[in-house]
C-alpha cells in the first residue's frame, strides 16, 4: 500500500518558484512525495531540508547527497537547520495533513474505521496521547477542544458523557469510544461527527495549532527576499491562521500602521487560492477539504 498520496502536488512544489541552487525545506515529509518533486527540479548544488516527527517517516527517507531528513516538529525548524549551519532559505512548503499511512495503520489510532488503543501521537515518543486526554482532562477542557477544534454545537454533551462513562472504567479504545458518543450523533452524519471528534482530539494531543503558530513566526526571519512560502491546510483554523499571517503578519487583529497609513507585512500572497481540481479529489477523497496558499518574502 501507497505509504501517501500527496495533495496538489505540482500546485505546491510550483508555488516554490524553485532556483535550481537554491535551499528549500519540506516540513511535512511523510511520504516524500513532495520532496521527490522539488529534487527533481534542484540541480547539483541545490539542498533539500525535511522534517517529519513521525518514526514511520524515516522509512521513506531518500538516497540523495543533496537530501537531509531531520526527524522533528516542524515547530523547532530554525533550531535544527541552524544546527546543519542554516541561516537562510529561498522556500518552504508545507502539507499539514494527517497521512495516508498514519490513518490506514490501525494501531496509531488516527482513524475512526479500526478497534485500536487510544494513541493518535504524530509523534510516538510523545507523552501526550488520545488515552491522557480522553480519561484526565476535565470536563471544562474536553467541551473547548470539541469547540474549538471541531465546531460541535453538542459538546457539553459530548464532554459530559465521556467523564460520566470513564468513572465505570477507563476508555482504552476508539471502539468504547464509539459506543459511549453513539446516541449523541445524528444518524445521516455519524460517520462525519466521529471523523470531527478525533480531529479534534488529535489536533489536541499533537498540540497542532500552537506548532502551526511557533512555525509560521518563524518564516520571516527564515525565508529570503523573494523566497516563497507554500502551504496546504485542511480545516478551518489551519486555513486561517495561515490567511492571516500572510496578510498581516498576524494570527488576529490588525497590523500597525506608520504616519502615512502604510503597514509593514512579511509576506505578500501569491497568486490566489488554489483548491484540488474535481479529478483529483475523484482520485483521492482525502483532497477534497485542500486548500493552498502561496506566498512571497517581501
Given at each position: 500500500?501507497?505509504?501517501?498520496?500527496?495533495?496538489?502536488?505540482?500546485?505546491?512544489?510550483?508555488?516554490?518558484?524553485?532556483?535550481?541552487?537554491?535551499?528549500?525545506?519540506?516540513?511535512?515529509?511523510?511520504?516524500?512525495?513532495?520532496?521527490?518533486?522539488?529534487?527533481?527540479?534542484?540541480?547539483?548544488?541545490?539542498?533539500?531540508?525535511?522534517?517529519?516527527?513521525?518514526?514511520?517517516?524515516?522509512?521513506?527517507?531518500?538516497?540523495?547527497?543533496?537530501?537531509?531528513?531531520?526527524?522533528?516538529?516542524?515547530?523547532?525548524?530554525?533550531?535544527?537547520?541552524?544546527?546543519?549551519?542554516?541561516?537562510?532559505?529561498?522556500?518552504?512548503?508545507?502539507?499539514?495533513?494527517?497521512?495516508?499511512?498514519?490513518?490506514?495503520?490501525?494501531?496509531?489510532?488516527?482513524?475512526?474505521?479500526?478497534?485500536?488503543?487510544?494513541?493518535?501521537?504524530?509523534?510516538?515518543?510523545?507523552?501526550?496521547?488520545?488515552f491522557e486526554v480522553i480519561?484526565?482532562?476535565?470536563?471544562?477542557?474536553?467541551?473547548?477542544?470539541?469547540?474549538?477544534?471541531?465546531?460541535?454545537?453538542?459538546?457539553?454533551?459530548?464532554?459530559?458523557?465521556?467523564?460520566?462513562?470513564?468513572?465505570?472504567?477507563?476508555?482504552?479504545?476508539?471502539?468504547?469510544?464509539?459506543e459511549i458518543l453513539r446516541?449523541?450523533?445524528?444518524?445521516?452524519?455519524?460517520?462525519?461527527?466521529?471523523?470531527?471528534?478525533?480531529?479534534?482530539?488529535?489536533?489536541?494531543?499533537?498540540?497542532?495549532?500552537?506548532?502551526?503558530?511557533?512555525f509560521l513566526l518563524q518564516?520571516?526571519?527564515?525565508?529570503?527576499?523573494?523566497?516563497?512560502?507554500?502551504?496546504?491546510?485542511?480545516?478551518?483554523?489551519?486555513?486561517?491562521?495561515?490567511?492571516?499571517?500572510?496578510?498581516?503578519?498576524?494570527?488576529?487583529?490588525?497590523?500597525?500602521?506608520?504616519?502615512?497609513?502604510?503597514?509593514?507585512?512579511?509576506?505578500?500572497?501569491?497568486?490566489?487560492?488554489?483548491?484540488?481540481?474535481?479529478?483529483?479529489?475523484?482520485?483521492?477523497?482525502?483532497?477534497?477539504?485542500?486548500?493552498?496558499?502561496?506566498?512571497?518574502?517581501?
Amino acid at each position: 500500500m501507497e505509504y501517501h498520496n500527496p495533495v496538489l502536488l505540482k500546485e505546491s512544489v510550483d508555488g516554490l518558484n524553485i532556483k535550481p541552487d537554491g535551499v528549500y525545506v519540506d516540513v511535512t515529509f511523510g511520504g516524500g512525495g513532495h520532496s521527490k518533486l522539488i529534487l527533481s527540479r534542484l540541480g547539483e548544488k541545490g539542498k533539500l531540508y525535511a522534517f517529519d516527527q513521525d518514526l514511520d517517516a524515516l522509512e521513506n527517507k531518500i538516497d540523495d547527497p543533496r537530501f537531509t531528513l531531520i526527524n522533528e516538529n516542524f515547530r523547532f525548524i530554525k533550531r535544527f537547520l541552524r544546527f546543519y549551519g542554516v541561516k537562510e532559505v529561498d522556500g518552504i512548503l508545507g502539507d499539514f495533513g494527517v497521512s495516508s499511512h498514519q490513518f490506514n495503520v490501525a494501531e496509531r489510532g488516527f482513524s475512526t474505521r479500526f478497534e485500536a488503543k487510544l494513541d493518535m501521537r504524530m509523534n510516538q515518543k510523545s507523552s501526550l496521547s488520545a488515552f491522557e486526554v480522553i480519561n484526565e482532562y476535565d470536563e471544562d477542557h474536553l467541551k473547548k477542544i470539541f469547540y474549538e477544534y471541531a465546531d460541535l454545537r453538542n459538546a457539553p454533551r459530548l464532554a459530559s458523557e465521556i467523564v460520566k462513562a470513564r468513572t465505570e472504567s477507563p476508555i482504552e479504545s476508539s471502539e468504547r469510544l464509539n459506543e459511549i458518543l453513539r446516541p449523541f450523533l445524528f444518524k445521516e452524519k455519524e460517520h462525519k461527527i466521529l471523523a470531527q471528534i478525533y480531529q479534534a482530539i488529535r489536533i489536541e494531543v499533537n498540540q497542532e495549532i500552537e506548532a502551526l503558530k511557533e512555525f509560521l513566526l518563524q518564516t520571516e526571519d527564515l525565508i529570503k527576499k523573494g523566497g516563497r512560502l507554500s502551504l496546504i491546510s485542511y480545516h478551518s483554523l489551519e486555513d486561517r491562521l495561515v490567511k492571516r499571517y500572510i496578510r498581516s503578519g498576524l494570527f488576529e487583529g490588525e497590523p500597525e500602521k506608520d504616519f502615512f497609513g502604510n503597514i509593514s507585512v512579511p509576506f505578500k500572497k501569491a497568486g490566489g487560492l488554489i483548491v484540488p481540481t474535481a479529478e483529483e479529489i475523484y482520485r483521492n477523497n482525502r483532497a477534497r477539504s485542500a486548500k493552498l496558499r502561496i506566498a512571497k518574502k517581501l
